[in-house]
C-alpha cells in the first residue's frame, strides 16, 4: 500500500445498536473487576503470613499479574469494538484473617467465571466469535485460579458444591 493511503473500511461485524450497547457496558464491568482483582491479590500477598501460605502467596502474586494481563486484552477489545475503556475500579475486599482473604479472592473468581460466561453467550449470540474467543482463554485462566484457591482453602469438590450449588 503506498504511503498515506488507508485501508478501505469494511463492513466485518453486523451487531445491532442494542447488542452493541450490551456488550460494551458488560466489558466494561469485567474490566473494573479486572483492575479490582489485581490490586486486591497485590494487596492479600503481602498480608498473608504464616509457613503454610507461602505457595499461595507466590500464586496471588501470579494471579496479580494474570488479571493486569486480562485487563489489557479487555480495555483493548472495548476499543476495538468502539468503545471507551473505563478506568474505573470495581470493590477491593480484605481482611486481617488469612482464610478470610482467601475467600474473597475464590468468591471474586467465581463471580468472574460467571461474568465470562455470560459475556461469551452474549459475544457468541451477536456473532462475534473472535472476541468471543478472547475471552474463552481468559475465563480458562479464571478457573485455573478457583481451582488454586480451593486446593489452598482445602476444598474438596466432591464434598462441596462451589460454584454449581447444590446438587438437591
Ligand atoms: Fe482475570
Ligand atoms: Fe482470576
Given at each position: 500500500?503506498?504511503?498515506?493511503?488507508?485501508?478501505?473500511?469494511?463492513?466485518?461485524?453486523?451487531?445491532?445498536?442494542?447488542?452493541?450497547?450490551?456488550?460494551?457496558?458488560?466489558?466494561?464491568?469485567?474490566?473494573?473487576?479486572?483492575?479490582?482483582?489485581?490490586?486486591?491479590?497485590?494487596?492479600?500477598?503481602?498480608?498473608?503470613?504464616?509457613?503454610?501460605?507461602?505457595?499461595?502467596?507466590?500464586?496471588?502474586?501470579?494471579?496479580?499479574?494474570?488479571?493486569?494481563?486480562?485487563?489489557?486484552?479487555?480495555?483493548?477489545?472495548?476499543?476495538?469494538?468502539?468503545?471507551?475503556?473505563?478506568?474505573?475500579?470495581?470493590?477491593?475486599?480484605?481482611?486481617?484473617?488469612?482464610?478470610?482473604?482467601?475467600?474473597?479472592?475464590?468468591?471474586?473468581?467465581?463471580?468472574?467465571?460467571?461474568?465470562?460466561?455470560?459475556?461469551?453467550?452474549?459475544?457468541?449470540?451477536a456473532g462475534l466469535?473472535?472476541?468471543?474467543?478472547?475471552?474463552?482463554?481468559?475465563?480458562?485462566?479464571?478457573?485455573?485460579?478457583?481451582?488454586?484457591?480451593?486446593?489452598?482453602?482445602?476444598?474438596?469438590?466432591?464434598?462441596?458444591?462451589?460454584?454449581?450449588?447444590?446438587?438437591?
Amino acid at each position: 500500500m503506498p504511503t498515506g493511503e488507508r485501508p478501505s473500511v469494511v463492513e466485518v461485524y453486523s451487531v445491532s445498536a442494542r447488542q452493541r450497547e450490551q456488550i460494551l457496558s458488560g466489558l466494561n464491568l469485567d474490566l473494573m473487576w479486572e483492575y479490582a482483582a489485581m490490586v486486591q491479590y497485590i494487596q492479600h500477598a503481602s498480608m498473608l503470613t504464616g509457613p503454610e501460605y507461602v505457595a499461595i502467596i507466590q500464586e496471588e502474586l501470579q494471579h496479580a499479574q494474570d488479571e493486569h494481563e486480562h485487563a489489557v486484552i479487555l480495555s483493548d477489545l472495548i476499543q476495538y469494538l468502539g468503545g471507551i475503556p473505563t478506568i474505573e475500579v470495581a470493590e477491593r475486599l480484605t481482611s486481617l484473617d488469612n482464610e478470610e482473604m482467601l475467600r474473597q479472592d475464590l468468591q471474586a473468581e467465581y463471580n468472574a467465571i460467571k461474568r465470562y460466561l455470560t459475556r461469551i453467550q452474549q459475544l457468541e449470540s451477536a456473532g462475534l466469535y473472535d472476541s468471543a474467543q478472547k475471552i474463552r482463554n481468559i475465563v480458562v485462566v479464571e478457573q485455573n485460579h478457583a481451582i488454586e484457591l480451593e486446593k489452598a482453602l482445602g476444598i474438596r469438590r466432591a464434598t462441596s458444591p462451589g460454584p454449581f450449588g447444590s446438587n438437591a
